[in-house]
Structures are given as structure tokens and as C-alpha cells.
T-cell receptor, first 111, second 113 residues
Framework: SQQGEEDPQALSIQEGENATMNCSYK?????LQWYRQNSGRGLVHLIL???NEREKHSGRLRVTLDTSKKSSSLLITASRAADTASYFC???????????WGAGTKLIIKP | DADVTQTPRNRITKTGKRIMLECSQT?????MYWYRQDPGLGLRLIYY???????NKGEISDGYSVSRQAQAKFSLSLESAIPNQTALYFC????????????FGPGTRLTVL
């Protein structure tokens, strides 16, 4: 019973372009987190946004959160080949300490 | 050195065999998790532990058991492996003091024939 759904499932863009991925979820949350996974490897935390925040930046990453629409977006600006990976959103529902994961967006950056 | 380590990294076994996957961490985190990942799917939680005396079932605990031997060690066992347990298994840790972001091990690729 996965809470998060990423959209699109796959995205292929040219190096230097911006990449936008979306995440929708079903229940109220404490926070939402984005992770990156390089092929077959462990996930790496990118950014956490709390339910009372609307936007957050970290380097080339920009995350927005719309709790009224139960959705979040991850924008990667000026993409690089090294950004090729799968990106997952994970939500922490309410007071529950577990994370609920989406199925991920596979991002391919073409040189 | 990696903060979260998993052994073995790859394992091929036969149906019915008992398998143990081990996880160790040097981050000093109190919370540890076991997940499985299947192709095209996100992570699914198998078990989690918030301290040495605390063990909780996750979404898909049937067919699995765990042991939290120490704060730094959390092992996952498959008592009698079956082919549909073929997957990539990840251990993760977190700390409420650090915002509950999770830190992952490199994964164990398990194949059950």
C-alpha cells in the first residue's frame, strides 16, 4: 500500500535542461523527503520539506509542497549526466515514524 | 568507511534454505529498518526497530524475522526462502534528532532459485 506516486515514471532530457518530477500522496503528512538511487545502489537523501513549508532549495534542487493538493515537485536545474538516477519521494504520515515510498521516477540525462 | 554496511552483498540460494542478512551501522542511530525493493517498485518496509528492545512489523513481514543484537546491529532472516523473496534488500538507519532522514546501506541482492 504505497502512499506516494511519482510522475512521470520515466523522464529523458538533454544535459543542461531542467528536470521536474512530481509526487502525489494520500494522507496528511509530517514531512516529505526526496531520495536519489543510482542503479542498484542504496538510496541517498536529498532534501526534506516539512508540512508547514512550501518551498525549499538545496544547490540545484528546488522542492515545493502543496498540502492542499497533497503533492510535491522536485526540480533539478541545469541537469548533468551525473544526475541520471531514480528519484523517490517518501512521506512521513502524521505522528507515524515510518516512511511510505513511491515507485520512483527514472531520470536519464543525455549528453 | 561506509556508515551503514550490509553483508553479504550478493547471495544465491535455493528454495527452503535459511538465510541471514546482516546490517551494521556506525552512525549511532537508534532506529533501524529493513526494506525490500522489487524492479519498478518503491521500497516496502519489512521490519523496523526503534531501539534494542523494540521490534515492529512493517508492511510485508510474513516469511521474515529480525533480531536487534545491539544498537548497531540489525539482522534479517528468511527462515525458509522462496523464489518470490528474490529482491534487493536494504538496511537503513535514522535518528529523530537528525530529522528522521534515513541513511541506507549498499543493499544485498538475493536470488532464491
Amino acid at each position: 500500500s504505497q502512499q506516494g506516486e511519482e510522475d512521470p515514471q520515466a523522464l529523458s532530457i538533454q544535459e543542461g535542461e531542467n528536470a521536474t518530477m512530481n509526487c502525489s500522496y494520500k494522507t496528511s503528512i509530517n514531512n516529505l523527503q526526496w531520495y536519489r538511487q543510482n542503479s542498484g545502489r542504496g538510496l541517498v537523501h536529498l532534501i526534506l520539506i516539512r508540512s508547514n513549508e512550501r518551498e525549499k532549495h538545496s544547490g540545484r534542487l528546488r522542492v515545493t509542497l502543496d498540502t492542499s493538493k497533497k503533492s510535491s515537485s522536485l526540480l533539478i536545474t541545469a541537469s548533468r549526466a551525473a544526475d541520471t538516477a531514480s528519484y523517490f519521494c517518501a512521506t512521513r504520515p502524521g505522528s507515524n515514524y515510518q516512511l511510505i515510498w513511491g515507485a520512483g521516477t527514472k531520470l536519464i540525462i543525455k549528453p | 568507511d561506509a556508515d551503514v554496511t550490509q553483508t553479504p552483498r550478493n547471495r544465491i540460494t535455493k528454495t527452503g534454505k535459511r538465510i541471514m542478512l546482516e546490517c551494521s551501522q556506525t552512525k549511532g542511530h537508534d532506529r533501524m529498518y529493513w526494506y525490500r525493493q522489487d524492479p519498478g517498485l518503491g521500497l516496502r518496509l519489512i521490519y523496523y526497530s526503534f531501539d534494542v528492545k523494540d521490534i515492529n512489523k512493517g508492511e510485508i513481514s510474513d516469511g521474515y524475522s529480525v533480531s536487534r543484537q545491539a544498537q548497531a546491529k540489525f539482522s534479517l532472516s528468511l527462515e525458509s526462502a522462496i523464489p518470490n523473496q528474490t529482491a534487493l534488500y536494504f538496511c537503513a538507519t535514522s535518528s529523530e534528532r537528525e530529522g528522521n532522514e534515513q541513511f541506507f546501506g549498499p543493499g544485498t541482492r538475493l536470488t532464491v532459485l
